[in-house]
């Protein structure tokens, strides 16, 4: 098991730009594939981004493509989530999660099976 505990959010106005951190504890950081995902109220949990162990594979929903950047620093065993030009739309509870197994399912959440306990983020207009 990974502990992760989010940072970052905040309450911004439409167009700014938020960095969301997820750091871990124990030895293993890098042995794990790292996601972020989030959750508005009375929506489903959905997939934001994911990076591969090294860093070298990065994935993203249709919908923050372009605007978003996922990055991870295995010497400090922290995740990132780089939001620019941030929508109402973009509010939620975002949350991160790990696995040791990279899949193509890896945007289902189900698939992951540990996770912080979330960070909310709220867009105004």
């Known amino acids: 098991q990974v502990p992760l505990v989010e940072s970052g959010g905040g309450l911004v106005q439409a167009g700014a730009s938020l960095r969301l951190s997820c750091a871990a504890s124990?030895?293993?950081?890098?042995?794990?594939?790292l996601g972020w995902f989030r959750q508005a109220p009375g929506k489903e949990r959905e997939f934001v981004a994911a990076?591969?162990?090294?860093?070298?594979?990065?994935y993203y929903s249709d919908s923050v493509k372009g605007r978003f950047t996922i990055s991870r620093d295995n010497a400090k065993k922290t995740v990132f989530l780089q939001m620019i030009s941030l929508k109402p739309e973009d509010t939620a509870v975002y949350y991160c999660?790990?696995?040791?197994?990279?899949?193509?399912?890896?945007?289902?959440?189900?698939?992951?099976?540990?996770w912080g306990q979330g960070t909310q983020v709220t867009v105004s207009s």
């Open positions: 999660a790990a696995d040791v197994n990279w899949g193509n399912d890896y945007y289902i959440p189900d698939k992951w099976p540990y």
């Open positions: 124990g030895r293993t950081f890098s042995t794990y594939v």
């Open positions: 990076i591969t162990w090294s860093g070298g594979g990065t």
